[in-house]
């Protein structure tokens, strides 16, 4: 099945083009916004040629593609007419108001989910590019290699560039919180732009007190947070949808844009603004109780879970977490502790699962999850081809991930940045104390190691189950075929 046909019968099982209210992708999945989730034919969905599964997540509905996610989503814009950008809101399809779901804290947290999600998923590039530079820039450094020296113009080069895809987070989540919320993408790229302009930095700097139209101000720097930002586009879809139901058309051009400014200004640096600093500060610092109260384990049971969050496509809020830890301060040494990890478990399942197959459609599966995680960052193909198919598998992977964590754990392992989840995973330990990194990478070895040695004696089905799969048609032809 090619683009445009896959695209189309997705399309035709969601419910048609009308049903969709929102519409973006992550690495591997397309992620919907729907009116009538009832509307979703998932059997028909999960049988196309191309598709590793679906799931409800997060108040979204989730197709798993794989790498090529991308090509499928510019298609699937096109043919359902879209817009053209990533995470674009319909705005021909608002939710309507009798499909609102009753109060409950599973909606709340659906929302909240799917709103994180929302905001982050499109910046993850930018996420891994400015990971990847820091990484370099650690490398190169006098900390690491001592190729260039602090003042040499290309660690100060690869320094700031890779500082800046961080820095300026409240513009990027502007640009795509005013997506996800169908606001003026240009006005909120303006006020991500105002928190973090040189001036507001130097007032809030000075502690000295300052008002916004009489209305006093708590200063808080904004640079590389995230739930401002987020909570300010959302107030201005709003604010913005009040002010053209009272402005005159001719007018709204001119009005509508500078009363929204002009609304949210006290808004966002009076109240928004410093709300979600504190909730941010208060997320970060309950990942740090947990680690306080649990120590080692604590950063053991996050690893050990990663992989069942990752598949439920809820992980984005708590990478966000970490992200304001390394904007912070400087690392994160709680969630992507292990999370990096997990990585490397996954390339042992894949790897132990090509090597125990005697099946060539199998070996073939596992050959190329390998390489998908290995070279391309991307676990999905593993966690959905293998893991999901053979559930003694995901325990084999739980239980290294939490050996090589509580490892990092006693070794006070720290991530500080955000890279590609290939086989280079483990340098985003580089950062600190050049010992860092080596026992980062010990820790991914004992997490290799362990969930490779499990596949390996225990295999990833009972005797039983394997030998009556070796003589039937293989039931993963079609994943082979895919990957």
């Known amino acids: 099945?090619?683009?445009?046909?896959?695209?189309?019968?997705?399309?035709?099982?969601?419910?048609?083009?009308?049903?969709?209210?929102?519409?973006?992708?992550?690495?591997?999945?397309?992620?919907?916004?729907?009116?009538?989730?009832?509307?979703?034919?998932?059997?028909?969905?999960?049988?196309?040629?191309?598709?590793?599964?679906?799931?409800?997540?997060?108040?979204?509905?989730?197709?798993?593609?794989?790498?090529?996610?991308?090509?499928?989503?510019?298609?699937?814009?096109?043919?359902?007419?879209?817009?053209?950008?990533?995470?674009?809101?319909?705005?021909s399809n608002p939710e309507p108001a009798a499909k609102k779901e009753r109060f409950s804290f599973k909606t709340i947290l659906d929302k909240m989910m799917d709103t994180i999600a929302g905001c982050l998923t499109p910046i993850l590039p930018i996420?891994?590019?400015?990971?990847?530079?820091?990484?370099?820039?650690?490398?190169?450094?006098?900390?690491?290699?001592?190729?260039?020296?602090?003042?040499?113009?290309?660690?100060?080069?690869?320094?700031?560039?890779?500082?800046?895809?961080?820095?300026?987070?409240?513009?990027?989540?502007?640009?795509?919180?005013?997506?996800k919320f169908g606001s003026n993408q240009m006005i909120a790229l303006l006020m991500g732009v105002i928190l973090v302009h040189p001036s507001f930095v130097e007032i809030v700097a000075s502690g000295e007190p300052f008002s916004v139209f009489g209305i006093p101000m708590t200063p808080s720097s904004y640079s590389s947070t995230v739930i401002p930002m987020i909570l300010i586009t959302w107030a201005m879809s709003y604010v913005e949808k009040y002010l053209k139901r009272f402005i005159p058309t001719a007018l709204s051009t001119l009005l509508v844009p500078l009363l929204t400014v002009l609304i949210m200004l006290p808004l966002g640096l009076c109240l928004l603004g410093p709300l979600g600093t504190i909730i941010g500060l208060g997320l970060g610092n309950g990942l740090i109780l947990l680690r306080e109260l649990f120590g080692p384990f604590g950063v053991a049971i996050i690893g050990a879970l990663?992989?069942?969050?990752?598949?439920?496509?809820?992980?984005?809020?708590?990478?966000?977490?970490?992200?304001?830890?390394?904007?912070?301060?400087?690392?994160?040494?709680?969630?992507?502790?292990?999370?990096?990890?997990?990585?490397?478990?996954?390339?042992?399942?894949?790897?132990?699962?090509?090597?125990?197959?005697?099946?060539?459609?199998?070996?073939?599966?596992?050959?190329?999850?390998?390489?998908?995680?290995?070279?391309?960052?991307?676990?999905?193909?593993?966690?959905?081809?293998?893991?999901?198919?053979?559930?003694?598998?995901?325990?084999?992977?739980?239980?290294?991930?939490?050996?090589?964590?509580?490892?990092?754990?006693?070794?006070?392992?720290?991530?500080?940045?955000?890279?590609?989840?290939?086989?280079m995973a483990a340098l985003g330990y580089t950062g600190g104390a050049s010992s860092g990194i080596f026992h980062g990478v010990i820790a991914c070895g004992i997490g290799f190691v362990v969930t490779f040695t499990l596949i390996m004696v225990f295999g990833y089905e009972p005797k039983t189950a394997v030998n009556k799969e070796e003589s039937e048609p293989s039931v993963i032809q079609e994943l082979s075929e895919e990957q």
């Open 306 to 423: 990663y992989l069942p969050i990752v598949a439920t496509g809820m992980h984005l809020p708590l990478i966000a977490t970490a992200l304001m830890s390394i904007t912070t301060l400087g690392y994160d040494n709680t969630v992507l502790v292990g999370a990096l990890v997990t990585v490397y478990t996954s390339l042992a399942i894949s790897l132990g699962f090509m090597l125990k197959s005697k099946d060539p459609q199998k070996r073939s599966l596992g050959l190329s999850c390998f390489v998908s995680q290995s070279l391309g960052g991307v676990g999905e193909p593993t966690l959905f081809g293998i893991q999901f198919r053979y559930k003694r598998t995901i325990i084999y992977s739980m239980l290294g991930a939490f050996a090589g964590s509580l490892y990092a754990g006693f070794m006070n392992c720290a991530v500080y940045f955000v890279g590609a989840s290939n086989f």
């Open 127 to 179: 996420l891994i590019v400015a990971g990847l530079i820091k990484m370099l820039a650690a490398l190169v450094g006098p900390s690491m290699l001592n190729l260039a020296g602090e003042s040499s113009d290309i660690y100060r080069l690869l320094t700031f560039v890779g500082d800046a895809g961080f820095y300026y987070f409240p513009v990027f989540v502007g640009l795509s919180g005013a997506k």
């Open 1 to 91: 099945m090619n683009k445009e046909e896959l695209a189309k019968e997705i399309i035709d099982n969601i419910g048609g083009k009308e049903n969709v209210t929102h519409v973006g992708h992550c690495m591997t999945r397309l992620r919907f916004n729907l009116k009538d989730k009832s509307a979703v034919a998932i059997d028909p969905i999960k049988s196309l040629d191309g598709v590793m599964g679906v799931q409800f997540s997060g108040g979204q509905f989730q197709i798993i593609i794989g790498p090529g996610v991308e090509d499928l989503y510019e298609t699937l814009v096109k043919l359902g007419d879209f817009g053209e950008q990533q995470g674009q809101t319909i705005k």
